[in-house]
Each structure stands twice: as C-alpha cells, then as structure tokens.
C-alpha cells in the first residue's frame, strides 16, 4: 500500500511522558508523570494576557515574536545570563521551547549528522532530532551527581558530529552543569568546529547555592551556541507555549525562517503577558521560585527515600529520577504501572531517557506541584512500607 506514514514519523515513539499522564487519568491518580507546572501563574501575567486580548492583540505578529518581547527577553539575557543579543536580529520567539529547538535543528541540521546527548536525555531532544534525520550519539552520565568525563565526550565524536546537546539545569536528572564541565564542552566544540544547542528553560530553578552559567558566555562560544529557552516553567504558563532562540544573526535568520513555516507566530496576546512579567516582576520573585522550589524537592525525596525508591537529588530544575528496583516488575514501564495502581501515584519510566537497560530501574517524576499536592503524594508513598 502506497499510503503509509511518513518514514520519519514512523521511528518516533509515542511520547512515554503523555502516554503515563493518559493512564494516570483512567486510573484517576495524582499525575507526577509531566511537568505540566499547575503551580500559580503571577497575577502581572494573567493581567496583561487579559489587557492584550481587550485591546485588540489578536492578529499575527512578527514571525520571530512581539518587538517588546524580544526586547524584554534581549534585556533579561544581558542582565541575568551575560549574553549579548540584539532584538532585532538575534532573538527568535517560538511555540514554546521545543518549537525554539525543533526549529533550530531543522535550521542547521542535515540528514545524517550526528548530535551529541548527555544521557539521560530529555526524550523529545531525541524526537527533534529523529524527525530531521539527525543521529543522535550518547554520552552516558553516572549516578548519583550524572558525572561524565571529556574523554568520553572525545570518544563520541566523529567526521560527521555537526553539534552538542546542553541541558542545563537538566530534565530528567536535575544535573546543573558546573563551570568546569562547560569549560571542557566549549573546548571540545571550538576543536571540532559544533554547534551547541543549550536547553535552558529550567535556569531559575536552582538549590544549594548554585547558580546558573549559560554556555553562549564562554569564551569562543557565543557565535556558535543556539541557547534556548522560555517562561513555560518559570511562569508556570506550560499550555501558552512561549519559548525562544538565541543566535548569532545568520543562524537566527534560519531558524526564524523555519519558526515562521512551522507557527507563523507563537501566540500574541499571550506573547504579550510575558512580556510584561519579564518587564515587571521583581529579583525576589526569582529568588522565591527556586526557595520554594527547593522545599518541594526536600519534601519529595525524603519521602522517596523512606519508601525505599532512592532518589538522586536534583541539583536544578523539577523533577528526580528514583531507584525503582524494589517494585514489582522487571521493565520501568511495569514498575511505573505497579506504583500507579498500588498508590495511585504516575511517574514516567525510566526507558523514556536511556538507550540502554538502565533505564529500566528508574521512574522521573516531577515535583511542580501544589503543595497539598506534595503532601498527598508523600502520603501514598508511605503506604509503600
């Protein structure tokens, strides 16, 4: 038959993370499995969402975002991350920021280049990059910090490597890169001439301390580093699908190009409310983020390791991958499903970010939660025992 799918779409697998959240439904239990973010959304955002929809914000925009966006956003890099970008001409704003990413890849990505991922990985980095022809290429981190060696990274490059994937703080394991491990990346990718992509949507959300880098501020690294990134998480906006790129000129004019093939325009009147979040919301509202942030992931993980589920602390952003061992089950897939239908509680199996076996121990699940969320969660694992 000469009407099949795409063969493309055909090696894509159905997203792991969607397909935990539909059982979670039927099984009506208290859904870990997505980072859906239901916490608040600041009133400041809400409102001006709300004024822009009244005063007529309707229409398309600029393919590459409202020009006080963009702005907004080319302000908040300068000051927050150290990066240098014109409104104009560097800044893209896209469907969220896996649109930023998959639009990236499309842009200058060719069938057959090979992509390096830190793993675990977040799955739809993989899709992306399946969906152009990309292949992906793991380095593989060790639990429990997700440690790597340059070495490694050396041994995974090859004539045909065209770019490094950099997701930092991380989904799933939480890893936020040090300096120094950004460092010996950056000196890797200016020896073989890569790009970088940077996922960086998670960088508010931070514990302990630490703070976050942005890879585009290393030196060398500016003119060949694709960050991106969004206020999805940070506003707790996740359905409003705002994201953006930033890149040199010549590369954001390609992925503006493919930004404006695939979405025309991320949402206006929507684009508008952040733009006045990012324009009004004070530091302390940051700072606040990640603190409060910080509480639910204490709480979280000491009730995971009470349940005998050993959490690998995360060091960023909102999620925790647990040793699942000691559920029934042999596949991370069974084990999430036993835990589903035993306390009611979904998380995402392991599977979903390794290539390999290990996989199979862990489950991801996210903490952006209500805390009476929280508190039920904590609940049903202590009837683990």
């Known amino acids: 038959m000469k009407r099949l799918i795409n063969q493309r779409i055909a090696a894509l697998a159905h997203s792991e993370i969607r397909a935990m959240t539909q059982a979670c439904v039927q099984a009506k239990g208290l859904n870990m499995a997505q980072g859906v973010c239901d916490t608040p959304v600041p009133p400041v955002v809400l409102r001006a969402a709300a004024q822009a929809l009244e005063r007529g914000k309707n229409v398309y925009s600029r393919f590459d975002g409202l020009p006080e966006l963009r702005k907004a956003i080319a302000k908040k890099l ?27 890849c499309l842009a200058l990505l060719n069938p057959g280049d090979e992509v390096i991922l830190f793993e675990p990985y977040y799955q739809y980095h993989i899709s992306a990059l399946l969906a152009v022809e990309a292949v992906p290429v793991m380095v593989k981190m060790r639990v429990p910090d997700w440690t790597f060696s340059t070495a490694e990274v050396e041994r995974a490059i090859t004539p045909r490597t065209k770019a490094i994937i950099v997701n930092s703080p991380g989904n799933p394991s939480g890893k936020v ?19 970088a992509f940077t996922d960086e949507i998670y960088e508010y959300f931070l514990y302990d301390g630490r703070t976050h880098v942005s890879f585009a501020t290393l030196p060398g690294m500016a003119d060949r580093t694709i960050t991106i990134g969004g206020y999805s998480k940070t506003f707790s906006i996740t359905g409003w699908r705002i994201g953006y790129s930033v890149a040199a000129a010549r590369w954001a004019q390609a992925i503006g190009a493919v930004n404006d093939l695939l979405y025309v325009c991320a949402p206006t009147p929507l684009q508008a409310g952040v733009a006045v979040g990012i324009q009004e919301l004070p530091e302390l509202f940051y700072r606040d983020l990640a603190c409060n942030y910080g509480r639910k992931r204490d709480r979280f993980c000491q009730a995971l390791a009470k349940a005998g589920l050993t959490p690998s602390i995360p060091q960023g952003a909102y999620y925790v991958l647990a040793d699942a061992s000691r559920l029934p089950g042999i596949t991370g ?31 991801r699940f996210s903490y952006a939660k209500i805390d009476s969320d929280i508190d039920d969660a904590c609940r049903r694992l202590a009837r683990l025992g």
């Open 333 to 363: 897939k069974e084990r999430a499903m036993s835990l589903l239908e035993t306390i009611g509680l979904a998380g995402v199996p392991g599977e979903a970010f390794f290539s390999g076996p290990e996989g199979r121990k862990f489950i």
């Open 78 to 104: 300068g000051q927050y991350n150290g990066i240098v970008a014109d409104p104009e001409t560097d800044v893209t704003v896209s469907a969220g920021a896996t649109g930023s990413f998959h639009s990236a």
């Open 177 to 195: 890169f040090s300096r120094q491990e950004l460092e010996s990346i950056a000196a890797t990718a200016q020896q073989h001439d890569l790009f």
